[in-house]
């Protein structure tokens, strides 16, 4: 069973690829690898966006991490999958709404993640975006301070500010949370708010091909306001 589950992820994503080629869909699939230097942790993931060319699209993600955390591919398990599906429509020339769900499953159980988005962008080249997220939690998870169930919700808002120069691209993003459940397993060491950071630095070598370089800080982990940096490295396919 554990074998079918770690796969699942991988065999979809296979499933959407092999659709995706036969409907002339516009499809991109990414591979990423990252690394925090705080907690010392190696993770991978998978990721395949598919557009119909009929204003939805859809989003299938695998992510894996290692047994040892601090080796690269070490007895690489699946770590998580999220499956995202959208609607989106562009309101003038340059601004573009959507609307969707993801659904995203782990070893801890699983989430809904509502979420809305619009992107904005410039004609010299500069864009903004914004989308709201919240998240649900489906699971009972028991508390260790109060000894209790609980069902945590996050409203979660992220805001991007991208530029593109010739064949680069550049981009900040900012993720803003919001702890809504009360009595809920501290997620960020008893706070209600929390924020990341990212920059991510692109290059498209031809029409199909990106790799790309990022770097972000974050919360090292949910007990303490330890911070760390996290380095990911990753390319882009798309056709």
Not at 57 to 75: I, T
Not at 101 to 125: E, K, M, Q, T, W
Not at 170 to 182: G, I, P, V
């Amino acid at each position: 069973m554990k074998g079918y589950v770690k796969f699942l992820p991988i065999a979809l994503l296979s499933i959407s690829m092999s659709q995706a080629w036969a409907n002339d869909y516009k499809t991109t699939v990414e591979y990423r690898h990252g690394y925090a230097d705080g907690s010392k942790k190696h993770d991978d993931r998978f990721k395949v966006y598919v557009d119909t060319g009929k204003n939805i699209g859809f989003e299938l993600d695998a992510r894996y991490g290692n047994s040892n955390p601090s080796q690269v591919f070490d007895s690489t398990y699946l770590d998580g999958s999220e499956l995202c599906a959208f609607y989106y429509k562009a309101l003038n020339k340059n601004l573009t709404g959507l609307v969707g769900s993801s659904f995203d499953v782990s070893s801890n159980g699983a989430v809904h993640i509502p979420f809305v988005r619009l992107n904005y962008s410039f004609d010299n080249g500069f864009r903004v975006q914004g989308r709201y997220k919240w998240k649900f939690w489906d699971y009972e998870t028991i508390n260790p301070v109060t000894n209790y169930g609980y069902r945590s919700k996050i409203q979660e808002f992220d805001a991007w500010v991208g530029y593109k120069y010739n064949d680069f691209d550049f981009e900040y993003q900012l993720d803003l949370f919001k702890q809504m459940a009360s009595g809920a397993m501290p997620e960020f060491n008893g706070k209600e708010y929390d924020t990341q950071h990212n920059i991510k630095i692109s290059y498209a070598i031809d029409k199909n091909w990106k790799p790309f370089f990022e770097i972000g800080n974050l919360r090292e982990d949910r007990y303490s306001d330890n911070r760390q940096t996290r380095y990911r490295i990753g390319i882009k396919y798309t056709w």
